[in-house]
């Protein structure tokens, strides 16, 4: 940047907003930010992930009913909610031998009905 003036750009004159770059150079949040919300998003980024985390959307799960839902074996299934746990997309609840998997909060929700919605436009 060049003293806040004007700048050429490929024909086209751009004016630098000193204020406002200055506001948001100050609340620019530190790289490790936006890895954090890179690889949160990698995580959606899987189809198989996209699926399991749509049919657990309002509703637990155990991984015999997932497999079935997605005609896939328990093995791929257990996979997947193990990465998803990691990475506190999922939770999940022992209830004698069964283990149920649900999301791990109404965030995850949104944020796969946010891209849904934006989808569909």
Do not use: W
Request: net charge neutral; charged share 25%; with cysteine.
């Amino acid at each position: 940047m060049e003293n806040g003036h004007n700048h050429e750009n490929h024909g086209y004159t751009c004016e630098i907003h000193k204020e406002a770059v200055k506001e948001l150079s100050k609340n620019m949040p530190e790289g490790e930010f936006f890895l954090r919300v890179a690889d949160f998003f990698k995580i959606f980024g899987d189809p198989t992930r996209a699926k399991i985390i749509y049919t657990l959307e309002g509703r637990e799960l155990c991984v015999c009913d997932i497999s079935a839902v997605l005609g896939m074996t328990k093995s791929a299934v257990s996979h997947q909610l193990s990465i998803l746990r990691q990475a506190n997309l999922v939770k999940f609840r022992r209830d004698g031998k069964n283990i149920y998997y649900s999301l791990s909060d109404d965030h995850i929700k949104n944020v796969f009905i946010a891209g849904s919605e934006h989808i569909k436009e």
